[in-house]
């Protein structure tokens, strides 16, 4: 369960680092033509990255966690890990849609 572990979390940081990488590839191409609104584009798509990684990252620690060593200690410092990284997800979230993940988009909510 250890090596699952580490390979979901391996999984997180490669979204992360591919993400990224792909949002300035096309931020470069789209800043060579001179398109509008490349540097919201950029943002939301890093982003974006960054959220799914940061899922694959969460799943890997309670993998290693909950499945290897299940003491009181290890599931304090889970659910710290966790309440974090929840707390940032959420940030993102605002940052990106400007509003709140429980929140319905303007549209949704007029119609």
């Excluded at 993400?19 to 470069?28: F, K, R, W």
């Excluded at 997800?89 to 400007?98: D, K, P």
Aim: aromatic residues 8%; charged residues 20%; proline residues 3%.
């Amino acid at each position: 369960m250890e090596l699952v572990g580490r390979a979901v979390d391996a999984a997180g940081v490669a979204i992360i680092v591919v993400g990224t990488l792909l949002a300035t590839i096309l931020a470069a191409i789209r800043l060579s033509r001179r398109q509008a609104g490349v540097y919201r584009g950029y943002r939301r798509r890093v982003g974006r990255s960054i959220l799914l990684g940061l899922e694959f990252l969460v799943a890997g620690d309670i993998i290693r966690t909950v499945a290897v060593a299940p003491t009181y200690a290890s599931v304090g410092v889970l659910a710290v890990i966790v309440g974090i990284r929840t707390f940032l997800s959420f940030s993102l979230e605002l940052e990106i849609t400007g509003r709140w993940p429980w929140q319905k988009p303007v549209a949704e909510a007029e119609g």
